[in-house]
C-alpha cells in the first residue's frame, strides 16, 4: 500500500547560459524549467500527506504560471 509522505523536496533544473547564437538566456531559465517545476508539483500532489511540506527551488518567479503554482 502507498504511504504519503510528510516532506518532499524538489530542485530539479538545468544549466542554461547561452542559446546557440551565443546570446545569453539566463532570463528565461524559469521558462525553460516550467516542464520540470509542474512535474515536480505533480509528484507532491500525489504523494504528500495532509498537512505535510513542499520544499522546490525555482529560479525566478516572473511569469504568470510560476507565481500561481507558488500561490
Known amino acids: 500500500a502507498r504511504r ?3 516532506l518532499i523536496m524538489a530542485d530539479g533544473g538545468f544549466h542554461v547560459t547561452t542559446d546557440s ?3 545569453h538566456v539566463e532570463h528565461l531559465q524559469e ?3 516550467v516542464r520540470i517545476v ?3 508539483l505533480l509528484a507532491c500532489l500525489r504523494c504528500l500527506a495532509e498537512g ?3 520544499c522546490c527551488k ?7 504560471l510560476t507565481a500561481s503554482v507558488v500561490y
Open 4 to 6: 504519503p509522505v510528510s
Open 58 to 64: 525555482l529560479f525566478d518567479t516572473f511569469s504568470h
Open 38 to 40: 509542474l512535474g515536480e
Open 52 to 54: 505535510g511540506n513542499w
Open 21 to 23: 547564437q551565443g546570446k
Open 31 to 33: 521558462l525553460y524549467s
